[in-house]
């Protein structure tokens, strides 16, 4: 029992290595189902890293408190598991899904009882979450969650070793527990102190970058495209992987015509993730919560009603992570683009554009980063959004005493979004991007030397 105890507790005080913690390629899984309910997403997370569900064991009615299925159901997984001799599907099977987020007491009722590695759904997500931090900031990101995770079941380990619902466990056992949950609350501690002077220091650079820079957020659900947008609109090379959860942390990168233009990609949404969990997190959504633009994407091959769950969750998490920093204004600066263009079947777009527009969104853009549809459309919006629209500016050639056209040009440069210049004969052609606001204050600057064409 201690070595299934280790294993429940993965994570807790270096109980598991990071090696082992990392790596569950080729292990084999039951999962474990309470009245038929749709495990898609679950199953995708369980593949991502490689483990293989060889069953699924469903069960009607109401959740038990202690073991999630009936106790006469889970007696019969337990003894399944140990009569799986070689060639049983169900042979070296060493890990135990529930398709819910389990209460501490569910997770140990559960790994007393069939004596294997128990993961709910926020133990698997983190599991991922450990795989795929590359980062100092990610890793520390995860490790907070995880301990986080970690604690609440140790606590519920001492809890019933003092009120002796584990009769096995003596004062030995609830010394090593006691040892461990206080080694987990101090390297929280520390943990946490770091964070706070990462965040600290982050909050400084987006600062910084406000002075010379505007910012474009890119958020959405998990897998919904994020990185292959990035990697589109910035040429910059990032992991892009048809896998739940490849960005962890914060990239920032420029928008590949423009020095003035910030792109952020961050972490993907999932349903269901509680607020402890998420909350480790925070500093990374910040980027783009923190934008002048959000752009918020959904993938357009999904089924309409997935389409819509993914949708409603996106921006349940943003709205909530916004309303934490004081950024109420946070929809209002939502661009929504649906994204895959290129895997959707064209006469499923009229029924969720309506969808879309239930929920507010009456001009999404359409999109493929894979064949470049709609990419241009969007770089437009993008521009158009953050600086105005295009108009062309003609600098008159300067009376003498007069600042040179090339230094006028190179003002609008820290003024305007320039896209293309060219010399005449009396003068500067330039091809910009800008609002009303900003047009008038280059007339009161620079007054005759300048003309709209």
């Known amino acids: 029992m201690a070595d299934s105890k280790?294993?429940?507790?993965?994570?807790?005080?270096?109980?598991?290595?990071?090696?082992?913690?990392?790596?569950?390629?080729?292990?084999?899984?039951?999962?474990?189902?309470?009245?038929?309910?749709?495990?898609?997403e679950f199953i995708a997370l369980a593949e991502t890293m490689g483990i293989k569900?060889?069953?699924?064991?469903?069960?009607?009615?109401?959740?038990?408190?202690?073991?999630?299925?009936?106790?006469?159901?889970?007696?019969?997984?337990?003894?399944?598991?140990?009569?799986?001799?070689?060639?049983?599907?169900?042979?070296?099977?060493?890990?135990?899904?529930?398709?819910?987020?389990?209460?501490?007491?569910?997770l140990v009722g559960v790994n007393d009882a069939v004596g294997i590695e128990v993961w709910d759904r926020v133990r698997l997500l983190l599991a991922l979450f450990t795989a795929h931090a590359s980062s100092v900031e990610a890793r520390i990101q995860v490790r907070i969650a995880r301990l986080q995770s970690d604690r609440t079941v140790l606590r519920e380990v001492v809890k019933q070793q003092t009120t002796g619902e584990r009769a096995g466990y003596g004062g030995a056992g609830r010394t090593a527990a006691g040892s461990v949950l206080t080694n987990v609350?101090?390297?929280?501690?520390?943990?946490?102190?770091?964070?706070?002077?990462?965040?600290?220091?982050?909050?400084?650079?987006?600062?910084?970058?406000?002075?010379?820079?505007?910012?474009?957020?890119?958020?959405?659900?998990?897998?919904?495209?994020?990185?292959?947008?990035?990697?589109?609109?910035?040429?910059?090379?990032?992991?892009?992987e048809d896998r739940l959860f490849s960005t962890l942390e914060s990239t920032l990168g420029r928008l590949e015509s423009s020095p003035r233009i910030l792109l952020a990609d961050t972490i993907g949404f999932i349903d269901g993730l509680p607020n402890a969990t998420l909350e480790a997190f925070r500093a990374t959504l910040a980027e783009a919560?923190?934008?002048?633009?959000?752009?918020?994407?959904?993938?357009?091959?999904?089924?309409?009603?997935?389409?819509?769950?993914?949708?409603?969750?996106?921006?349940?998490?943003?709205?909530?992570?916004?309303?934490?920093?004081?950024e109420n204004s946070i929809m209002e600066r939502i661009q929504l683009v649906l994204t895959k263009l290129d895997t959707v079947e064209r006469e499923t777009l009229v029924q969720k554009h309506a969808m879309i527009s239930e929920h507010g969104f009456s001009n999404p853009l359409f999109i493929s980063s894979h064949s470049g549809e709609g990419i241009e459309e969007l770089q437009s919006v993008?521009?158009?959004?953050?600086?105005?629209?295009?108009?062309?500016?003609?600098?008159h050639d300067p009376e003498p005493n007069e600042m040179a056209s090339e230094?006028?040009?190179?003002?609008?440069?820290?003024?305007?979004?320039?896209?293309?210049?060219?010399k005449l004969v009396n003068g500067v052609e330039v091809r910009i991007s800008a609002s009303d606001e900003t047009i008038a204050i280059l007339f009161s600057k620079y007054g005759q030397r300048i003309e709209l064409k």
């Not at 994570?11 to 080729?26: C, P």
């Not at 994407?297 to 921006?315: F, P, Q």
Request: with cysteine; charged share 30%; net charge positive.
């Open 185 to 240: 609350n101090r390297e929280l501690a520390a943990l946490r102190k770091r964070q706070k002077k990462q965040v600290k220091s982050a909050a400084e650079r987006r600062r910084q970058r406000k002075e010379y820079a505007m910012t474009v957020g890119l958020a959405g659900y998990t897998n919904a495209g994020k990185s292959s947008l990035f990697r589109r609109l910035s040429g910059k090379e990032v992991l892009v």
């Open 407 to 422: 230094a006028v040009l190179s003002r609008l440069f820290d003024t305007v979004y320039v896209h293309k210049h060219e």
């Open 289 to 326: 919560i923190e934008c002048d633009l959000l752009l918020l994407l959904v993938d357009a091959g999904d089924a309409l009603d997935e389409m819509e769950r993914k949708l409603l969750t996106s921006i349940r998490e943003l709205t909530e992570r916004a309303l934490e920093v004081d």
């Open 6 to 40: 280790a294993d429940l507790l993965a994570g807790a005080g270096g109980l598991v290595t990071d090696e082992a913690q990392s790596d569950h390629q080729g292990r084999k899984a039951l999962l474990l189902v309470r009245n038929n309910e749709d495990c898609r």
């Open 382 to 395: 993008i521009l158009n959004t953050l600086f105005g629209p295009k108009r062309t500016l003609i600098i």
């Open 53 to 106: 569900i060889v069953d699924r064991i469903d069960q009607r009615g109401r959740s038990d408190a202690k073991w999630f299925m009936g106790q006469g159901k889970l007696q019969d997984v337990t003894e399944e598991l140990r009569s799986a001799a070689q060639g049983h599907p169900w042979n070296g099977v060493d890990l135990l899904l529930l398709h819910t987020n389990a209460t501490p007491r569910q």
